[in-house]
């Protein structure tokens, strides 16, 4: 729900990083889908990390360029960025250890 009025916010705005937000958030979309599919479907933890870490780096960049945008819309994107960096921690600890 945060993540549809983070989006909401970019696109009501007329600033010039706006089309360049709404992709990074279809973008992040798409990493995050793939990941579920890596990690759980093809069951390969390495592929998983790896779209994880790919994810992590989308989010961090959308929080970083919406924050010119909207400071709202960046604030209500932590609380993902913090579970998607926690997802990667246990998807790193499973394939170090398995």
Known sequence: MLMGISISLITMSSHYLKKTLIVLFILQLIANFL???????????????????????IVIFYIIKSYSVSKISTWLFVPYLLWILFATYLNAYIFIYN
């Open 35 to 57: 990941w579920s599919v890596f990690f759980f479907y093809l069951e390969n933890p390495f592929l998983g990390l790896t779209d994880i870490v790919i994810l992590d780096i």
